[in-house]
């Protein structure tokens, strides 16, 4: 499977920190993409990385990827109240095929 | 900003029903998606739709799920014969090209089947 799987499975944290949220996989990937889910609300998505990418930015957002240890992190910088929700990792293998997506991790900030 | 529209928010229906699911996906887009996510669990794949026909599908849709672009803008999810394990949250998703570009997703259609 190449099921991606983020760690930590929860992270609190105080307004204004940074908060890292990592997610590993287990086969080769075409690309890798993180959402956002606010509870009981829809997938938003946040960034995608190229396999052939080392990090990318958006905003308050970084995410590097590592093709040689399968990984990847979100860093959301200077968190805010409303960044809390839930974020899961999404990864393709090749054209066409399913995203696959792991598990999550629910991050809370509080004010 | 398009977005992916999903209707209904929210069905209740009792087992042995049959439900449709509808979604509007993004004008310009030609891959289309069903996932679905149970409570408290990760998304799932079900199915994608390409060119008028199913591209590839999970172990999860089995005969009791179909989908159809019934016109040029609608792709609904169809199951037959609900079962309690079917109550989860449906996401329609759209994208513009097949894997490697980004997939929207709609806000989802809750299903609770009792």
């Known amino acids: 499977s190449q099921q991606g799987e983020e760690d930590p499975q929860a992270l609190s944290i105080q307004e204004g920190e940074n908060a890292t949220m990592n997610c590993s996989y287990k086969?080769?990937?075409?690309?890798l993409q993180w959402y956002r889910q606010n509870s009981g609300r829809g997938l938003v998505h946040l960034i995608l990385?190229?396999?052939?990418?080392r990090e990318k930015h958006s905003g308050r957002l970084r995410v590097t990827l590592d093709t040689s240890k399968k990984s990847s992190s979100l860093l959301i910088t200077a968190s805010r109240a409303a960044d809390t929700a839930s974020y899961f990792c999404?990864?393709?293998?090749?054209?066409?095929?399913?995203?696959?997506f792991g598990k999550g991790t629910r991050l809370s900030v509080i004010a | 900003e398009p977005e992916v529209t999903q209707t209904p928010s929210h069905q209740v229906t009792q087992m042995g029903q049959e439900v449709i699911l509808r979604c509007v996906p993004i004008?310009?887009?030609?891959?289309f998606y069903w996932y679905r996510q149970i409570l408290g669990q990760k998304v799932e794949f079900l199915v994608s739709?390409?060119?008028?026909?199913?591209?590839?599908k999970s172990e999860i849709f089995d005969d009791q799920f179909s989908v159809e672009r019934p016109d040029g803008s609608n792709f609904t999810l169809k199951i037959r014969s609900t079962k309690l394990e079917d109550s989860a949250m449906y996401f329609c998703?759209?994208?513009?090209?097949?894997?490697?570009?980004?997939?929207?997703f709609g806000e989802g259609s809750w299903l609770t089947v009792v």
């Open positions: 998703a759209s994208s513009e090209e097949g894997s490697g570009n980004t997939i929207y």
């Open positions: 086969t080769s990937i075409n690309n």
């Open positions: 990385i190229r396999s052939n990418e």
């Open positions: 999404a990864t393709d293998v090749w054209r066409n095929t399913p995203l696959v």
């Open positions: 004008s310009n887009h030609l891959y």
């Open positions: 739709f390409y060119n008028n026909e199913i591209s590839e």
